[in-house]
C-alpha cells in the first residue's frame, strides 16, 4: 500500500489559513494603509449564508470588497462573518474559507486562486491558466486582479 502526500490539499489548507491570520489581524486592528480585500466566493457553498436576494442576484459566484466601510468582522476557524453595505443595505455574510474562490490586495499587488478538480475536468486543452505560478492573471468578476500575482496549484494536485 503506497502513500502519498497531498500537496494540492496541504497548500490551499496553507493558503486558506494565510486568509484566516490577514483577516484576524485585519478584525483586531483594523485594514492597515491602502489595503483592501477583493473575496470572491462559491454562493452555492452549503456552508455560505447570505441574503436570498444576494444568492439570487449572483449564483455560482460573488466577490465582496472590504475597503472603507464594514462591520462586524468575526474570523473564526472555518469561515468569517462580515457584514457589508449594498446599495444603503447593510447585509451580514458568513464564507467559509473553503468557499472562497479568489482572494485579492491589488494593494500590494497579492492575489490567490483557489481551483477545483473541476476547474480542471472543464479544460480539455491545456492554457496559460495551467502554469504553477502566474502573473497578471484576471478573474472577470474580481476587479483590480490583474494587478496581482496569482499561485495556481494545478501542477500539486493529484488526479
Known amino acids: 500500500m ?5 500537496y494540492g490539499n496541504l497548500m490551499h489548507s496553507a493558503m486558506r489559513g494565510l486568509i484566516r491570520t ?17 473575496i470572491t466566493f462559491d454562493t452555492n457553498h452549503p456552508d455560505a449564508q447570505l441574503a436570498d436576494w444576494l444568492r439570487e442576484r449572483y449564483p455560482g459566484a460573488m ?20 457584514t457589508l453595505n449594498f446599495g444603503d443595505a447593510p447585509e ?7 468557499a472562497i474562490e479568489t482572494f485579492v490586495d491589488p494593494s500590494v499587488e497579492f ?3 483557489f481551483e477545483t478538480a473541476e476547474d480542471d ?3 480539455d486543452a491545456p492554457t496559460d491558466d495551467d502554469d504553477t505560478e502566474v502573473t497578471g492573471e484576471t478573474d472577470a468578476e474580481t476587479p483590480h486582479a490583474s ?10 494536485r493529484k488526479h
Open 2 to 6: 503506497s502513500r502519498e502526500i497531498d
Open 22 to 38: 490577514v483577516l484576524q489581524d485585519v478584525a483586531d486592528k483594523g485594514l492597515p494603509g491602502n489595503h483592501h480585500f477583493f
Open 63 to 82: 466577490t465582496v470588497v472590504m475597503q472603507h466601510w464594514y462591520d462586524n468582522l468575526d474570523v473564526e476557524e472555518n469561515g468569517f462573518g462580515i
Open 92 to 98: 451580514t455574510l458568513y464564507i467559509p474559507y473553503d
Open 111 to 113: 492575489g490567490l486562486r
Open 121 to 123: 475536468d472543464d479544460d
Open 147 to 156: 494587478d496581482g500575482d496569482v499561485v495556481s496549484l494545478d501542477s500539486f
